[in-house]
């Protein structure tokens, strides 16, 4: 604990004790000031670490720093057989002490944010994911002209290919061996890939400047049939040195019979993020799409779709929902609404199951629609049905559902459901409302909002999607008051 009687100043470098865990990956560290402590929060820290830390931002009662440095391990931590990554800080603690971490941290958001009493009482489970490591099916690796030494704890200019550097947005850690979260023998095969490119003369993306050609390497994998779609993005700068048929070739020697598909995409925007209606993508091998199996359904899905990261944790999700939609008896006739629904996967879920239901999806992204469309007629689904559309103006559209709706299911993305959004859900007078969400922060926010127009918390379930991350998948079920 800081031995200082001041509070400290914004830049100004610091070292302390993190003596606990907040939601989002928080680390807390707590400066004498006599009578009160004041509190710093800094991502990415572990609880018994000793750290240098910089005062990144400075209120009344708290600031926020940035990780500089960790100076001791923490006696909480392990040793991993694998390369830690800046996208799974916890993964040098047990498995059960996550767990128990998110447990925790979920209890107090319901409580404080939520105004739930009791929450002990409300709570019914903690899923556990079936496998703790190698569990993803997606990852994206970047390049970038400037890198880290791991040896040296220096910044270099090389040529990189791997995850950003803890805290950073333009330095990239070359990624040398297995991470222990996606499949091993890709992972391994990173460096071959960096060596490949690095020999073109081509240059990595200087993320500050942005210019270069090499932007992103993005992977999927289908968990059923244990192959790849590759995806390479690039800028068009000197592109016709780039010669596609070669890193094709590469890849295909590196991983032969388990690549579906190469794509190369040309984004030339400033942003990293892929706007797939506005850039240029050409398929250099094979599909352009993957397939995978949740709970014997068949999905096709494009580099541009959202689907579960780890397919065989949100089986057991999609399992609890499926649950909570029948908890009651429902009735042959009823209809259920699937907003935010992705590729559909809940909606032909509870639509396989019950063939006498009506079951419509709801989803912005054309893309994921149309794949759910496609995974319908493959499934021999004839009772699921989906739009495309914002949700709030699908609902607004729609007032001819009001009074017909039995369950709503909500999956809304991080930043949770808008109040105009969550005014027409209420209106629609279902009877009771399904809400999955990856930041039970928001959830909670909007439980409250739900709990004072006439919804009341029955029950709810934490479900461990991303094991060695800070993000926790919580499943709630709500139910009119009158009912």
Same mark, same amino acid.
Request: aromatic residues 14%; glycine residues 6%.
């Given at each position: 604990m800081e031995q200082s009687f001041k509070k400290p100043k914004k830049g100004e470098e610091l070292i302390g004790n993190v003596v606990d865990m907040a939601y989002g990956g928080k680390?807390?560290?707590?400066?004498?000031?006599?009578?009160?402590?004041?509190?710093?929060?800094?991502?990415?820290?572990?609880?018994?670490?000793?750290?240098?830390? %910089?005062?990144?931002?400075? %209120?009344?009662?708290?600031?926020?720093?940035?990780?500089?440095?960790?100076?001791?391990?923490?006696?909480?931590? %392990?040793?991993?057989?694998?390369?830690?990554?800046?996208?799974?800080?916890?993964?040098?603690?047990?498995?059960?002490?996550?767990?128990?971490?998110?447990?925790?941290?979920?209890?107090?958001?319901?409580?404080?944010?939520?105004?739930?009493?009791?929450?002990?009482? %409300?709570?019914?489970?903690?899923?556990?994911?079936?496998?703790?490591?190698?569990?993803?099916?997606?990852?994206?690796?970047?390049?970038?002209?400037?890198?880290?030494?791991?040896?040296?704890?220096?910044?270099?200019?090389?040529?990189?290919?791997?995850?950003?550097?803890?805290?950073?947005?333009?330095?990239?850690?070359?990624?040398?061996?297995?991470?222990?979260?996606?499949?091993?023998?890709?992972?391994?095969?990173?460096?071959?890939?960096?060596?490949?490119?690095?020999?073109?003369?081509?240059?990595?993306?200087?993320?500050?400047?942005?210019?270069?050609?090499?932007?992103?390497?993005?992977?999927?994998?289908?968990?059923?049939n244990n192959n790849f779609l590759i995806e390479l993005i690039t800028s068009s700068e000197n592109i016709t040195k780039f010669k596609p048929d070669e890193f094709s070739k590469k890849i295909l020697e590196l991983h032969p019979n388990r690549i579906t598909g190469i794509i190369h995409t040309i984004n030339d925007n400033i942003s990293d993020r892929v706007d797939y209606s506005k850039v240029n993508s050409k398929l250099l091998f094979g599909s352009n799409k993957i397939s995978?199996?949740?709970?014997?359904?068949?999905?096709?899905?494009?580099?541009?779709?959202?689907?579960?990261?780890?397919?065989k944790s949100a089986e057991r999700l999609y399992s609890q929902v499926y649950d909570y939609v029948f908890e009651k008896n429902i009735s042959e006739n009823d209809i259920i609404l699937d907003l935010f629904c992705g590729t559909g996967t809940i909606t032909q879920i509870i639509a396989s199951k019950n063939p006498n239901l009506k079951v419509i999806g709801v989803d912005i992204v054309e893309k994921a629609i149309d794949n759910a469309i496609k995974s319908t007629h493959k499934n021999k689904i004839s009772n699921a049905s989906f739009f495309t559309g914002d949700v709030g103006k699908f609902l607004y559209q729609n007032n001819e559902l009001i009074n017909k709706i039995s369950s709503v299911i909500i999956d809304p993305p991080r930043s949770g459901v808008s109040k105009k959004s969550l005014k027409k859900i209420i209106e629609l007078n279902t009877k009771k409302i399904i809400y999955v969400s990856c930041d039970?922060?928001?959830?909670?926010?909007?439980?409250?909002?739900?709990?004072?127009?006439?919804?009341?918390?029955?029950?709810?379930?934490?479900?461990?999607?991303?094991?060695?991350?800070?993000h926790i998948e919580t499943i709630v079920l709500l139910q009119k008051k009158d009912l």
């Open positions: 680390g807390i560290v707590k400066i004498n000031m006599g009578k009160l402590d004041y509190i710093v929060f800094i991502s990415n820290t572990i609880t018994g670490q000793e750290i240098k830390y %910089k005062i990144i931002k400075r %209120k009344e009662n708290y600031a926020e720093g940035r990780l500089l440095e960790i100076k001791k391990r923490s006696e909480i931590e %392990k040793k991993i057989p694998y390369q830690s990554i800046s996208g799974a800080p916890y993964s040098t603690l047990e498995i059960s002490y996550q767990h128990q971490l998110k447990k925790r941290q979920v209890f107090e958001l319901m409580t404080k944010i939520g105004g739930i009493q009791s929450v002990e009482n %409300k709570f019914k489970s903690f899923i556990e994911s079936p496998k703790i490591w190698h569990y993803r099916n997606k990852m994206d690796y970047s390049f970038s002209s400037i890198g880290y030494n791991q040896k040296s704890k220096e910044i270099v200019d090389e040529f990189s290919l791997g995850f950003k550097k803890i805290n950073t947005w333009w330095i990239v850690e070359n990624l040398e061996k297995d991470s222990g979260l996606f499949d091993k023998n890709w992972e391994d095969s990173i460096k071959e890939i960096r060596n490949y490119c690095t020999k073109t003369g081509l240059p990595a993306w200087n993320i500050p400047q942005k210019k270069g050609f090499f932007r992103n390497l993005v992977v999927r994998k289908s968990i059923i995978e199996s949740i709970l014997n359904l068949n999905f096709e899905i494009s580099m541009s779709s959202f689907f579960q990261t780890n397919p039970p922060s928001t959830q909670a926010r909007d439980i409250n909002f739900l709990e004072q127009n006439g919804y009341e918390l029955i029950k709810f379930s934490i479900i461990d999607q991303f094991p060695h991350t800070y």
